[in-house]
């Protein structure tokens, strides 16, 4: 092993001493008396041996092992309470001592390494920062991109954020692909079309609501005479065959069948040909279905509408490509929702009965004049677009100003090669191209001096900083090239646009070492809380440096985070802090929870959101992280806790009544949903959860040479059984005695989040009451042993059930608070928070608490302090 | 035949010692006697080839672990299915890669063994294809191909620097790619773009110098980094540019098309196989890596031991053995210089699971077919403390005629399995 290097570490003198062990020949006095009896060669307690631990304080793990053993001392964890003790003053000293030096290491590697590393754009980062900058919404960029590695929790760390030759050729593609989009190709915007689109108006599907009876037709809330429903036979309705393939009816079309792999209900009239946003209206109602009449619903039910991108074949995939939202549907009155969303190149508007149960198909269900059950009609859907406030759009005008749009006359340009324009092919739909006006393209009569006022313009937007004039040049000579050897104004200019969206001042987040200047706390900020490029105002700020003024960045706060774009930090930041990315890693087994359905998965992470905006815009204290008086629900989440009265798709706050363990993090579905495996649930990923996640105390990863447990639900067995036997090892006992707890607590929960008193089981067991569960949905499962929710905290505090629990760590915020504010500061910086920062992270902590202990307040504190706002 | 297929270092060295032991005079008929490895040898490239294919979900280990070790080793159902390449195949048991944890997080580290996917702050390393591909890439067209079977983004194939590479999840569009010529306008095209595009990455390496003058040392490391990337880039262009000019080969087989349903990954796998094996014959890459995403089954391989769940994956994986089965087939069937194709092709299958039911990493189901090595056994380590299946990796490499004596974790040849 290498030898210690102290002489040149800097060392306080008297610690040298105190630590030398091996360098003295021998433990030191403080580590020699109280901690070498466990922490020797021989027994090595928690795999630590201290006679043998250098300190080299350089090396990260040698760091890292040191933290933990001051860790453990300032916390009076170690030594144990079962052994002799130290005497307070010297174990303070002694922790006193060893901070010092960790301290002084710790900026040493800092002020070497650099804080925030020189990092690029995250996959997120780089689609929104795109869309914003040329003002396309909607523009897909982040799926193609190669995914982005993760270090200390989060994909915005430099360490996470490599780059390879295979980034540079997505880098060149995706350029490519936002140019094709943003340049203006025609002297008129496309003609605005409004269609309104019937769900029954094409092939395959007409014979499902026609033939098959997964749907029928309605008029004015009737069975539609012309067409009728589907009878016992397979083959009816002389005349509906024939004219499937041109069949545009209009009627109202109720249906009783989920989409699946074979059925697939698009609004498939209309296949986006031009990129840009469209207005979509659509009348929805439900109603219940009897062999033939039209009845009153249940209640009121919810539809989806989602996007779907065809595939080459245009046939689309089984998955939407994203989800627009859940539409109420009430019963047998029509109810009318509008949006406005942007489409791309052949997407299309998708359908599904979302609230309903999946209906098998009729085999089973039968047709539909031997069919009972609820139904979802959709009356029309309109789609108007594509809608441009100007034209050329904003897109054009970033890159190429108010230059006008001309023919490309190729007699008078002898010698200049015309400018490239991509086929795209419409894969399906009844909407058509405009005709074709000829080759249109930007016009210049001094092209140098219009290159170089139009880089001057875009160039410091793109790379959200001041650019100087030989950067300037450097690209206004690509342009001049590309001219030179006969390229048109628009190629050569493109080509010089395609180079700056992969150079690497607009790849990177390029910020000063040590205080930020007013770009870069403007960068930071804009990427913080809306995950992309600051916008006018905040550009402006960071131009006068007014950014800089304490009163103008907390006002900026405010705005940013009242701007709609601050859902984007919502997401990106719960999709990793909570894990909510992993909310589809897999899917509950179908015989085990066969309630659970993509509504439901979608309304968990709604939920979560939700419940996040509402601490920040209400400013609670981090007691509200494990335990609340309200919840954040819509219908179909309320039906899943066993919340009576909440009616709708959309996500209310909701009072909760006494004794309900919901609405704080710890209860909702989508984290007991992303801590389980579909299956099973265990105590030890939960309580893994709880303690990283939410107490900020991550628990050492298992000793690689320990057989993990067999999960089983034979109903024989529990995992709380199965456990003990693995608790009863002495190895496994101290880091099981912090981990297991909350996760016993969280055992009342099942993989869907649903409570519980028993496992479900599929072996053994007593018969299951169909509960809440849709009536349409077979049960398969029986009800297992018991389940035990109790437990004892490591400082011997116990709980009874979930309740406790919750009682037990929300009377302690703080730790709550500072998790929190590491979480958030990591995200925020893009570094770990490091040894060094814990009294500013404890200042931070102590302002916010002094303020009141508000969430946006703690987030207020962060930008505000000197941790976010230097490097 | 057996003299030619045996290694370049084991003939070179025989004939070494020899000339050092015995006089020149003598050594003239021991010679001729050697002449086709020697041929073999002045042939300054006979092909060897690598396929590595790891599917995520685990195998079910007590239908595929053999009770015996060594040569007499009983079948079991899974390699039931495989019996006809018997001996062209070494079953390993009691191998796991070092460090490598976190369950379904391992995936990504069947080829790189980088350990500890599941901690914060990981960085995967290279894979054992790309490292491959590094050094005997430039030899045809492409120098790996990156494949999966799988609707999602999932790739075994990881850059130097950590960074993946997405797959190509398309035989259709694979099959375009390797064999469909493009129209000599398409080509001119391509070649002007190609042009164009290092054309600009000439530019952005003076940009990112520029810019990292202004930058302290450890961001000028990480601008470096951005560097390295535009460079090889280009290097590929350059490469690619050359290509461009030469026609593709031609096969007789009819292009494929795609099967969008998932849960048919039986056949798409074998789709993907079929495109690989015409990959293989037209020497258009000589490393392939597969990653094998049945995503689609995880549910039940959460079987919790529930018999009908572990009947339906049983049937499963027996599919995706007979499919593999096929495939190796395919290349011993593939005449190649008096050998087979499979005997200069190794083909690595494996899972990064030991028990997909609870997540363990241990005990990896993995088996070794063809690329010239002395098959036909079990290798039965130790199921307690496994033995590192780098190891395997680095013997891979070695067969590749790679110099190299350490791979990842690995720091040496697998014990027991020698060169044909």
Known sequence: MRRPTFLCSGLPAMLLIALTTRAAGGAAPFLQMHCAGCHDGATKAGGLDLTALALELDQPENFSRWVKVHDRLEAGEMPP?????????????FATQLRQSLLEADRRRLAAAGRTGLRRLTRAEYENTVRDLFDMPGIALAGELPADGSAHGFDKNCDALDISHVNVTKYLEAADHTLDYAIATRPMPPTVHKRRISLCNAGGFVAHVVLNGDGVLLVDKKIDPEFPPSGEQGHIDEGAHERMGTFERGSSVGLFRHEDESLSPYFIDHVTIYPGLYRVRTSLFAFQWDQGQVLPARGTEAARLS?????????????????LGYFDAPSLESQEHELVTWLNHNELIGFNTASLAPQANYYKKKRAMEFTGPGIACDWLDIEGPLYEVWPPVSHRRLFGDLPLVKFDAAAQAGTRPPLRKQVRQLSGKNRPDPDAGLFTVQSTQPLADADRLLAEFLPNAFRRPVPDEVRADYLAQFAARLQEGDCFETALRYAYRAVLCSPEFLYHVEPAGVLDAPALANRLSYFLWNSLPDARLTQLARSGDIKRPDVLQGEVERLLQDPKSQRFIDDFLGQWLKLRQIAANDPDKKLYPEFNPYLQDSMVAETRAYFRELLEKNLDASYLVRSDFAMLNQKLAAHYGIPGVVGSKIRRVKLPDGCPRGGFLTQAAILKVTANGTTTSPVPRGAFVMDRLLGQPPEPPPSNVAAVEPDVRGTTTIREQLAKHRSETVCASCHAKIDPAGFALESFDVIGGFRTRYRSIGEGLSAERGAIDPAIGIGFKLGPEVDPQGVLPDERTFHDILEFQSLIAAEPRPLLKNLARQLAVYATGREVAFSDREEMDAIIDRTLAEGGGIRTLLHELVQSPLFQSN | MNRSSSSRYQSALSRRALLRGAGVALALPWLDAMRPACAADSSADVPRRLVAIETNMGILPQFFFPETAGRDYTLTPYLERLADRRDQITVFSGVSLPGVTGGHAAERCFLTGTPHPERGGFRNGVSLDQFAAERIGNRTRYPSLVLA??????????????????????????????????????????????RQGRSTLDFLTEQAKRLGRSLGPADQRRIDQYFTAVRELEQRLHSAQEWERKPKPTVTAAPPEDIEDIRQFVNKTKLTFDVMKLALETDSSRVISLFIDTTVIHNITHHGNRPEALAELRRHEEGQFDVLAGFLKSLAELPEEGQSCLDRTMVLYGTCMGSANSHSNLNLPVLLAGGG???????????????PLTNLYVSMLQRLRIEADTFSTGVGTLRGLDFA
């Not at chain 1, 309470?81 to 303070?92: F, M």
Request: negative net charge; without cysteine; hydrophobic residues 30%.
């Open chain 1, 81 to 93: 309470k079962d052994q002799p003790r130290p005497p307070v003053e010297e174990a303070n000293a």
């Open chain 1, 307 to 323: 996007v779907v991108q065809l595939t080459g074949d245009g046939r689309g995939g089984q998955h939407p490509s994203y989800v």
């Open chain 2, 149 to 194: 079977m799988t609707n999602e983004n999932p790739t075994l194939s990881y850059t130097r620097s950590g960074a993946p590479i997405p797959a190509e999840k398309s035989p259709k569009k694979l099959f375009q790619k390797l064999f469909v010529q493009g129209k000599p306008e398409e080509v001119d095209a391509s070649v002007e773009a190609l």
């Open chain 2, 373 to 387: 090595f002395k098959h036909g056994q079990h290798l039965a380590f130790d199921v307690q403390q496994n033995y």
